[in-house]
């Protein structure tokens, strides 16, 4: 019996842990943290183009990969300040939203749905520096993205 206990009390430990270390957010986007020079994103995302949004210093890539159809970096005075990745359509619909969706469950933990329409669900998840959201459109999955912000 008291091998039983131990082993339930292993289990009970690693499932905490598990836990919490699916809802670790890093303060960034990858290994890029809030802050970083637009030069040093630039050179570790290369092939994008550089643009303007609300008077802000925008970096876009266009088809990076086969599972992103858009990623835009944005920057405030020339630092990282938010990454919006959109996915491509045909990698949403052969990956399944629910499939994608439980990735991001996973590795940040359950989330906060902060909007649910008939049109248009998003899921959230916060620390004290970064504001993740995805968001996807069910019948649309060219629409489907994710934002990460810092906060």
């Not at 990956?95 to 940040?108: P, S």
């Not at 069910?138 to 934002?147: D, G, S």
Request: overall charge positive; proline content about 3%; cysteine-free.
């Amino acid at each position: 019996m008291p091998r039983y206990v131990a082993l339930f009390f292993t289990i009970i430990v690693f499932t905490a842990a598990n836990a919490a270390f699916a809802a670790n957010i890093f303060d960034g986007y990858a290994d890029m943290k809030w802050g970083t020079h637009f030069h040093k994103v630039m050179e570790a995302y290369p092939g994008g183009q550089i643009g303007e949004y609300n008077k802000d210093f925008i970096y876009t890539q266009d088809n990076p990969d086969e599972t992103i159809a858009t990623r835009i970096f944005a920057f405030k005075n020339g630092m990282l300040a938010s990454v919006a990745v959109t996915f491509s359509g045909e990698f949403v619909k052969k990956t399944g939203l629910e499939n994608l969706k439980q990735k991001y469950i996973r590795q940040y933990g359950k989330g906060t749905q902060t909007g649910n329409s008939s049109h248009m669900v998003s899921y959230g998840w916060e620390s004290k520096h970064t504001r993740i959201t995805f968001i996807y459109v069910p019948n649309r999955p060219e629409m489907t993205v994710i934002q990460y912000q810092q906060k």
